[in-house]
């Protein structure tokens, strides 16, 4: 029972050292460029050019502007939560910054810019397709250059352009100053005299950069589609379908940039990674068929924020599960949850995770204090079981049943020492991904020198105190008789304290917070057994002073050996 004991506890460890190391595996770093040729946008991977000559449509990899050489006319739009900039090329979005995140933790550090094209490109830009030609718009916009919204305020513009073919485009946007949302309609005018069948494309691009180099966590394409999240990896087939998804766009692990259309089987829509600086697209494509003097619209939405869980589950299409919770998301969705609504009254993210970790100590308390009684009431029947294993150490059935006696007699569970760190295994990992991937967290201080709960601890100061709360609650615990098994474990607390020196401050909070917590729980568990035990006489070995004859013993000896007693 002792080495199920043990090997419960190994495997445990072993779940919690590694799973970084397995997240590495389903999420790897993305392989560098050994060296790059020319494509239609002048750079690119030698490994994949034969895939995109092979099946790759054009219209995935932006061409060179045809409007390059035309001056911009910009249009500033100011929210509290946002600066975005439009250009009439394409009626596209060049910037659009996010007010209340910056891309350090120093906040005099830009602010983060979910388009970050370093080639220019534009996202949201619209194009019409007539006869297999792509035709870029060149739009006229409003008289005025700059708005500023405030409170609830509402705005809307629109874009007017005409295409080669004769046809009037109209581009309008509107939005609201409390959200990350923009509606969009682009309307086509057929005044000409004769039927024109095109194809209205809409196309995201981001240079979408990992917010560190040991990032697991994947970024650029992405598409929920049927229910499913489907994400492009650099190395892998672009994604295409058609007819009806739920949004398409560009990620990385904290922000989110996607087209939400309305629901339309005509609808195309493809992904790509086309260069060495993973600049991405997306593209969304919808078919209209116009009679002489229609007009048709194609209308969507778009996302342009953080990955906020609050924010994005009360949009009920299914935005949050753009947000990578792992395995146990079951439980790290409602754990996010838990710590917003705690940080909601006490500022602090620290502090909630503090208030959190007591929250599961005292759910796991019952269990707890089971376990370790049963660990000390196993120590009491040390001398028991050695004698039992001393006098049938030539019958393992025989000795096998005296212990599960002596255990039923004593009601110990040898396997319940093991338990809480078991089924705490979920629970660490739960909140190990709340902490990496919950945007709420990122650059949240706590005090003094640890500014962002989601990094580690820059002067290691948590982990080496992790690491010596932990020693001095194992000085507490019974130990185990085997000194091989007793040696072993003395070594986890330097091995926890390394394993948790590049672990986010937050998580090391969550298990400094929980040893200290397991410390108290055993002075008090260790003070009422001291009490128990007083008044319990002691154990009687008198029964195993002397071995049973012999008779008893050597004829299984010899029957389990297939040998004759002589």
């Known amino acids: 029972m002792e080495k199920r004991v043990i090997l419960a506890i190994v495997l445990s460890l072993a779940v919690i050292v ?31 050019e034969k895939k995109k000559e092979e099946s790759k449509p054009s219209f995935f990899i932006p061409a060179a502007s045809e409007l390059a ?25 060049k910037k659009w910054e996010l007010k209340k995140y910056n891309t350090a933790v120093d906040p005099a550090s830009p602010l983060v810019d979910v388009v970050n094209n370093k ?68 309307r086509l005018y057929n005044r000409t005299g004769n039927p024109v069948t095109s194809h209205v494309e809409t196309m995201m691009s981001a240079t979408l950069k990992k917010e560190s180099k040991k990032s697991y966590y994947h970024f650029g394409p992405v598409v929920y589609e049927s229910d499913k999240v489907l994400r492009q990896k650099p190395d892998k087939e672009p994604l295409r379908g058609k007819g009806t998804l739920h949004w398409i766009g560009l990620e990385n692990k904290y922000f989110l940039t996607v087209l939400i259309p309305k629901a339309a089987d005509t609808l195309t829509w493809g992904t790509e990674i086309y260069d060495e600086d993973f600049a991405t697209t997306s593209i969304l494509s919808d078919v209209m068929k116009l009679a002489p ?38 439980m790290a969705k409602p754990f996010l949850v838990i710590i917003n609504l705690m940080q909601g009254y006490l500022v602090n993210y620290g ?26 009431e196993m120590q009491r029947v040390q001398p028991q079981l050695a004698a039992i294993k001393k006098r049938f150490k030539d019958n393992k059935e025989k000795m096998n049943k005296e212990v599960m006696g002596l255990y039923k007699k004593y009601k110990i569970n040898p396997v319940s020492g093991c338990l809480p760190m078991v089924l705490q295994i979920p629970v660490f990992i739960a909140l190990y991904e709340v902490l990496y991937v919950a945007i ?32 001095f609650q194992q000085k507490m615990t019974p130990s185990s008789p085997d000194p091989t098994q007793a040696k072993m474990m003395q070594f986890l607390p330097i091995v926890f304290t390394f394993m948790f020196l590049n672990f986010p401050a937050g998580l090391v909070l969550y298990w400094l917070t929980n040893n200290l917590l397991s410390i108290g729980q055993q002075v008090i568990i260790n003070r009422a057994h001291a009490a128990k035990s007083a008044s319990v006489p002691p154990i009687d070995l008198s029964e195993y002073d002397t071995p049973e004859t012999t008779k008893e013993v050597k004829p299984a000896k010899a029957l389990h050996k297939g040998k004759k007693k002589k």
């Open 440 to 471: 709420e967290l990122r650059h949240a201080p706590l005090f003094l020198w640890i500014t962002d709960l989601s990094s580690k601890d820059p002067y290691y100061i948590s982990p080496v105190l992790m690491g010596a709360s932990m020693y």
């Open 293 to 330: 003097g229609a007009d048709a619209a194609f209308i969507y939405s778009s996302y342009n924020g953080p990955k906020l869980y609050s924010l994005m589950v009360n949009k009920s299409i299914g935005l949050e599960e753009s947000i990578q919770f792992g395995f146990f998301a079951i």
């Open 69 to 93: 050489n035309i001056p911009e006319d910009l249009i500033t739009v100011d929210t509290p939560l946002f600066r975005a900039v439009f250009t009439n090329h394409g009626g596209a979005i």
């Open 18 to 48: 590694g799973y970084p190391y397995i997240l590495k595996q389903i999420y790897p770093e993305v392989p560098e460029f050994a060296g790059t040729t020319e494509t239609a946008n002048g750079t690119g991977s030698p490994a994949k």
């Open 351 to 376: 502090i909630a995770i503090v208030l959190f970790t007591i929250a599961i100590k005292v759910l796991f308390y019952p269990l707890t204090k089971h376990s370790m009684t049963s660990m000390k």
């Open 119 to 186: 080639n220019g490109q534009p996202t949201n830009k619209t194009s019409i397709v007539i006869n297999n030609e792509t035709e870029e718009i060149l739009f006229t916009g409003p008289a005025q250059t700059s708005y500023t919204l405030n409170g609830t305020d509402k705005l809307e513009f629109v874009y007017t352009g005409r295409t080669k073919a004769g046809l009037i485009v109209e581009k309008r946007y509107k939005f609201s100053a409390d959200t990350y949302m923009l509606d969009t309609e682009v």
